[in-house]
């Protein structure tokens, strides 16, 4: 069953009401009307400052592939509805067999930093294809932006010692092990310990043994040693199954053996206990014994708080194992994101204004063809504001008014740099955009997250003022006709 299961078509990765909607659409002649919709988040995740947008690459492939097949359509003609009628008529069914792409997609880069009420991903498509696209982009999108964010904040508390992602065994399944690895890279992890995210993805991969490995030898030094004798090469000694500081010099035996054949003790591991205080005396005790090199790793549900603590304390340690509160984002395990509906085109080809209306603020969306332009000092290229705009509207003109998401008005001088942060993906369903690498994605969040750090907290974003006052007037609208 599970040789199977990635083999399949990934059409039906949907929700069923996407389909009921979509057939909804079809047989009230509408399926083609073109409509824009919006995938973003409200809120920052983690109570931070920022997100980091990742998983563009793999709403791509699934894009690419998506296609409805026999299989798909046999399924799909067994779902009854209460009367125990078929819920699809075959004409739909015959509709959806045919179906191809055709959608215009733009999304920010992977890498990017993100913030909320920004369209990551924009769809303008035929209702019935926005319709389908809506549950797999979010399920893609927002679990790797997640990761991804977790990951950028463990590494900046780590300031500059490299953090590996060793969180598959604790991972939510098997795709969620994989989705992991990868936006945890993207985010700036150094290495993985999942051997085939480091083979699909081209991620380093990092490990050497476990407790079970010491457990199998009748002393902690024999295990050592048969390591060594097996893997000389790629000895960092897990030295707290018994007592740790006797590991620490149990690995010290060893190592002097490696040197001996001419190799070298990479370094030792801490799962457990107070790694502040165990940290600073096996560094003494690798000092002393000539070990200087030797790094000290440090894993034990470690997060980005438990690292900064660490570090405040004075912790020797030099590289960072985080697993299970990275691949799970265990403080905050979903992101959140949402797609909603933005214009809707008449059929004398002009577009109508959607926005849905809420009660709480933060839940009302934007309305239009929505882009986000990054404005930056012209002198210095530092990031000045984020602001969301109406491309059905044209081109932001400077100087321009910005209305912040909290509230605040902003004016912004001429002379600032506009960057569009949306860029073309897919035109007509065929894909337009260049995939860059994911090393090249891992550099570019680090890129950004330096430009953002450069300046002062909050960072402002918010709506156009022509946009601001579009929006106004349909809330003014809908509250007067509710």
């Not at 409805?68 to 125990?84: H, P, Q, R, V």
């Not at 006797?246 to 001419?262: D, F, P």
């Not at 004016?411 to 007509?428: K, S």
Request: charged letters at 15%.
């Amino acid at each position: 069953m599970l040789s199977e299961i990635y083999k399949t078509s990934l059409s039906l990765l949907t929700d069923l009401y996407q389909l009921t909607m979509a057939y909804g659409y079809f047989k009230n002649g509408i399926a083609n009307k073109q409509a824009v919709f919006h995938l973003f988040y409200r809120k920052q995740p983690f109570k931070g400052s920022y997100a980091i947008a990742c998983g563009l690459e793999y709403a791509v492939d699934y894009i690419n592939n998506l296609r409805f097949t026999n299989s798909d359509i046999e399924y799909l003609a067994t779902l009854t509805g209460s009367n125990k009628a078929p819920l699809f008529d075959d004409v739909f069914l015959q509709y959806l067999s045919e179906f191809t792409p055709q959608c215009h997609i733009d999304a920010i880069p992977e890498g990017t930093v993100v913030f909320p009420h920004e369209p990551l991903v924009r769809v303008q498509a035929g209702l019935l294809e926005a319709q389908l696209l809506e549950t797999p982009l979010l399920n893609i999108i927002n679990f790797q932006t997640l990761i991804a964010t977790k990951a950028a904040r463990v590494c900046k508390a780590a300031k500059g010692d490299a953090v590996l992602e060793f969180g598959l065994r604790r991972a939510q399944g098997i795709d969620g092990g994989l989705s992991a690895s990868r936006a945890a890279f993207a985010g700036g992890c150094a290495a993985t310990s999942n051997v085939l995210a480091g083979k699909l993805f081209g991620i380093p991969v990092r490990g050497t043994h476990a407790h079970s490995w010491v457990m199998c030898f009748d002393t902690e030094l024999e295990a050592f040693a048969a390591y060594a004798q097996a893997m000389p090469n790629n000895c960092i000694f897990l030295v707290d199954t018994y007592d740790t500081i006797e590991g620490v010099k149990n690995a010290v035996t060893i190592g002097n053996w490696l040197r001996q054949n001419g190799h070298d003790l990479l370094g030792i591991r801490l799962d457990s206990g107070n790694l502040e205080q165990l940290s600073k005396e096996a560094r003494q005790i690798l000092d002393q014994s000539g070990f200087t090199n030797a790094v000290i790793t440090a894993s034990n549900d470690l997060d980005e708080y438990k690292i900064a603590e660490l570090k405040a304390g004075g912790a020797t340690i030099g590289l960072w194992g985080v697993g299970t509160n990275l691949v799970t984002a265990q403080d905050q395990p979903a992101l959140g994101g949402v797609y909603k509906l933005g214009a809707i085109q008449k059929n004398n080809g002009q577009w109508q204004y959607r926005l849905k209306l809420s009660e709480e603020a933060v839940k009302t969306s934007n309305p239009g063809m929505l882009q986000v332009c990054r404005l930056a000092n012209a002198q210095t290229g530092h990031w000045l504001a984020d602001m969301l705009y109406n491309e059905l509207e044209g081109a932001v003109k400077m100087p321009a008014t910005l209305h912040t998401f909290d509230g605040q008005t902003m004016q912004l001088p001429p002379d600032v740099i506009c960057q569009n942060l949306l860029q073309p993906v897919f035109r007509n369903g065929k894909q337009v955009y260049h995939l860059p690498a994911l090393a090249q994605i891992q550099a570019r969040t680090k890129a950004q997250l330096q430009q953002f750090e450069n300046r002062s907290l909050p960072y402002p974003t918010g709506l156009e003022n022509s946009l601001f006052l579009l929006k106004q007037q349909l809330i003014n609208k809908l509250e007067t006709t509710a």
